[in-house]
């Protein structure tokens, strides 16, 4: 959905939380029914998505390096988050 809005010229910023700061490994290893999306992930640039966030407190909880993931992420502490979230006008979450 992302790429979507991305490729009509929308602002287009991705925050990962919990569970999902988990996509942002090089080796994923997804459930049988899920797909792997480190190549989706590796193509945001392309679409001109260059803000990728990730939930600091996660990341450490899984033991995940910013400088180990396939795109460049910045760690967010819930605050950032907070403020992230007010400012957009819409706000998706999966």
Do not use: C, H
């Amino acid at each position: 959905m992302a790429l979507t809005f991305a490729a009509f010229d929308q602002t287009v910023s991705l925050l990962l939380l919990d569970d999902g700061v988990l996509q942002l490994l090089p080796k994923q290893a997804p459930a049988t029914a899920q797909k792997n999306i480190a190549k989706i992930l590796q193509s945001l640039a392309l679409y001109d998505i260059n803000r990728v966030y990730a939930d600091a407190d996660a990341m450490q909880r899984r033991g995940i390096n910013p400088d180990d993931t396939v795109v460049p992420v910045t760690p967010v502490d819930a605050v950032a988050i907070a403020a992230l979230l007010l400012q957009y006008r819409t706000v998706l979450s999966f």
